[in-house]
């Protein structure tokens, strides 16, 4: 079926027939991008004479090079030969496995990889090391190798020659996978360990327990899976509106793995170099326990299995009473039997404290114990089950709430609700992982909802994953390092089968999988993109179920120096697929001209672009007013900051001609957190000017505010200010959707200025009546139009 091909053929059979060219820069399409890469002018040959040979005496060796001889066979491929090597290597032929920790095999997961037309050698520090070695010789092998159970196809395969030099970012590079809003079967849990591991991701996070099903046998507590694996079937109705169990009504959906299949999948994780972390939820999330032993509540129940959402998390554990602690810990105890892993994860997110406030056995505990408050009674609840966790010798990790209350002496925390709990861990002397919302979670969106299965809400493109940076700024060095690493979350809600876990996971784990393994320098998004058409192509024959990424079109704008004036700039995350636009006011379609170069912006109107496979529209099409004024990329020194959470465009996005739509995360608006906006705009000389026109957004519920007032001052020499005027407004606060609120000024005729000051009083803090009362509150901004 495959014969031999030229390496530069079986190049362009990988990244695809219409890619005119576009190889990354080594011309391979290694995911993730390793640390140095030579290539090599030559080829090696795999045929049924190549030995595999190995240091005699490690069962290690013999095992990995049982995987990649195996590998090969299933794809089609030779049958090699292993043997252990008793003389010298020096004139050995052939595939050579060893470790060594020389100088560029140092690092406990690095490898190095040297191929040239008569041998190729594989060498690292640890078997992990090489584990990761053979993942690049697949990748080195084309898409064919990801086939299974192929007769044997070709007797001979060919590999580039090159020099490879490789190592992990991070320790840390891990995928979650929520098994409990929905059941997935062992099966579908090794074929997501598989592509972990084929990514060099080396942690899985299982999230075994949870409101909505128990999913882990424990021999000492059978009611937790005969009751708590199970509800009622309302697969039919939406996550949101599914009534209780009623009396009389038979639970039937869920499942549970036995713990003779949790070693079964712990050993099949192990074999691939990859932890699992068990995840037991508490205090809260617990409702599929409660049901089975209603006594380890504050309220005595009785409680059914949720058949869908339950929120908010009351029914939790009780922290006034010992057998709670007794209970959990003979989990745990269980647990810990049949995970291997130095990490249990103990959830502690999202625990709503109102049984705790009333219940005479919490209350007590608070009194006899001095807490002050229930945060402190959950910190109270963690910290003993720290202490449980470390008398085995074993670590404890959990989401960052554990950080309320106080943070148990040794815990490490998952950042999830921001990188705020990583910052704060690291700085408190403790380890993090960073998986937070606005880059990590995978059950969010990736594309126009419009065009996508169902899914939780929320928006994390493919591109927005890949430009993650794990080690927040605001860390010192010595801080950073307890950054440990990534971590991607599957929360299942919405996934109700593996066919679309799979399509939420992929690509975008493949991108965090980069971010986490790859220098930071080395990140590129457009190499990114050239190198991800190769692992398309590899998915499919995995016959993967995967998303071909956001069909969106980007619109930004850029200042051209040279000719003196602002150009729209289109994108996608797609490389080369076609975008279609127009500028003229009609609607777009697929005959409408084809963006090949910046557009001029030279006056006011709207552009409105999209995305055409065989004539058929990929995703709703953007539609964007754009405006042309007297400030347009004129420089804006900024005397406050903007928050890194909405940069907007960064420092020209007040001046880039583009104003935001009523979505504050439409990438359009600057906000600035609790901090005024205190700006001067140069115009590059003394001009006329007639009006400044700003709008501002309010949207209550995602705390953001219009300002207290606006004023405007102006210069002709950058010191001395006339102020003009304040410019309030007399929206009210409360109202519930968002609003987007001019704040203009008509200067008198004849004015001219060259520096434009302008402050905008943020009003900091929400108001008493709302949810985020007395916290710091956002200001939005978009454009400052000067005409
Ligand atoms: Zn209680």
Not at 323 to 350: A, K, N, R
Request: proline share 6%.
């Amino acid at each position: 079926m495959r014969p031999i091909l030229p390496f530069i053929l079986l190049l362009f059979m990988l990244i695809g027939t219409s890619a005119a060219g576009p190889l990354d820069s080594t011309g391979l399409s290694i995911v993730p991008k390793p640390v140095s890469v030579k290539v090599l002018q030559d080829t090696f040959t795999i045929s049924r004479l190549t030995v595999i040979a190995i240091p005699p005496g490690d069962p290690e060796l013999r095992t990995l090079a049982t995987l990649l001889l195996e590998r090969i066979r299933w794809a089609g491929g030779p049958l090699l030969t292993i043997r252990e090597l008793t003389t010298g290597e020096k004139d050995f032929q052939g595939i050579l496995l060893k470790k060594q920790a020389t100088r560029s095999t140092k690092e406990d997961e690095g490898y190095r990889l040297q191929i040239s037309r008569k041998r190729l050698v594989l060498s690292a520090k640890s078997g992990q090391g090489l584990f990761y070695g053979i993942q690049t010789i697949f990748q080195l092998m084309g898409a064919e190798i990801c086939r299974y159970n192929l007769p044997m196809t070709y007797t001979e395969w060919e590999i580039p020659c090159v020099d490879i030099r490789d190592y992990p970012r991070y320790s840390y590079r891990g995928m979650h996978l929520d098994v409990c809003r929905h059941f997935f079967p062992v099966s579908f849990i090794k074929k997501y360990i598989d592509v972990l591991a084929m990514y060099k991701m080396n942690t899985f996070h299982w999230h075994l327990t949870d409101d909505q099903g128990w999913r882990i046998e424990i021999k000492k507590y059978p009611g937790l899976t005969a009751t708590g694996a199970w509800r009622v079937d309302h697969e039919d109705l939406p996550w949101n509106e599914r009534p209780p169990q009623k009396p009389g009504e038979k639970a039937t959906y869920g499942g549970f793995y036995t713990q003779d299949e949790i070693r079964d999948v712990v050993r099949y994780a192990a074999s691939r170099y990859i932890n699992i972390i068990p995840e037991i939820e508490m205090p809260a999330h617990c409702v599929s326990a409660l049901a089975a032993y209603p006594q380890l509540s504050c309220t005595g129940g009785p409680f059914t299995v949720p058949t869908g959402s339950y929120w908010p998390n009351i029914d939790i554990f009780c922290a006034g009473n010992d057998s709670v602690f007794t209970f959990l810990q003979d989990v745990l105890t269980e647990v810990m039997e049949l995970f291997p892993s130095s990490y249990i994860h103990v959830g502690g997110d999202e625990a709503d404290k109102t049984n705790w406030k009333t219940c005479q056995k919490c209350q007590e505990r608070m009194r006899n114990e001095g807490l002050k408050d229930e945060k402190e009674l959950q910190s109270y609840f963690i910290k003993r089950i720290e202490k449980f966790i470390i008398s085995k010798n074993r670590k404890l990790i959990g989401w960052d709430e554990i950080l309320e209350g106080g943070l148990a002496p040794e815990a490490t925390v998952m950042s999830w609700r921001g990188i705020e709990g990583g910052i704060a861990a690291a700085r408190q002397g403790h380890d993090a992982i960073m998986t937070p919302t606005s880059h990590c979670y995978l059950d969010y969106y990736q594309a126009d909802p419009a065009f996508e299965p169902k899914g939780i809400g929320g928006f994390v493109t493919l591109r927005k994953v890949y430009s993650y940076e794990p080690a927040p700024e605001e860390l010192n060095k010595k801080e950073a390092r307890h950054i440990l690493g990534v971590q991607g979350n599957l929360w299942t809600e919405f996934i109700s089968d593996p066919s679309h876990a799979e399509y939420m996971v992929l690509p975008r784990m493949i991108a965090l999988a980069e971010v986490g393994w790859s220098q930071k320098s080395a990140r590129d998004w457009n190499d990114f993109r050239v190198r991800l058409r190769g692992q398309y192509l590899r998915l499919d024959k995995m016959k993967m179920n995967f998303s071909q990424g956001s069909f969106k079109v980007d619109v930004h704008t850029k200042w051209d120096p040279e000719s003196h004036s602002m150009k729209l700039i289109l994108g996608s995350e797609q490389l080369d697929v076609p975008i279609h636009y127009t500028l003229d006011g009609n609607e777009v379609t697929s005959t409408s001209p084809v963006y090949t170069m910046p557009l001029d912006l030279n006056r006011n109107g709207v552009i409105r672009a999209g995305m055409y496979v065989g004539g058929t529209l990929k995703e709703k099409p953007v539609e964007m007013p754009f405006l042309y004024h007297h400030a347009i990329g004129r420089p804006v020194k900024y005397y406050t900051c903007y928050s890194y959470r909405y940069p907007g465009d960064g420092a020209g996005s007040l001046t880039d001609g583009l104003r935001g739509s009523s979505n504050h995360r439409d990438g359009l608006w600057q906000g600035f957190l609790g901090d005024d906006l205190d700006v001067v705009i140069d115009l590059g000389s003394e001009i006329p000017v007639n009006s400044v026109q700003i709008n501002f957004l309010q949207a209550s519920r995602s705390w953001i505010f219009l300002p207290v007032m606006v004023e405007y001052s102006l210069s002709s020499d950058g010191k001395k200010y006339h102020s003009f005027n304040e410019v309030t407004h007399n929206v009210s606060q409360q109202e519930k959707e968002a609003v987007i609120q001019p704040f203009n000024f008509q200067f008198m005729a004849g004015t001219k200025a060259r520096y434009l000051h302008v402050k905008a009083k943020n009003v900091k803090v929400c108001p008493a009546w709302h949810e985020g009362a007395g916290q710091s509150c956002w200001m939005f901004v978009d454009e400052i139009v000067v005409f």
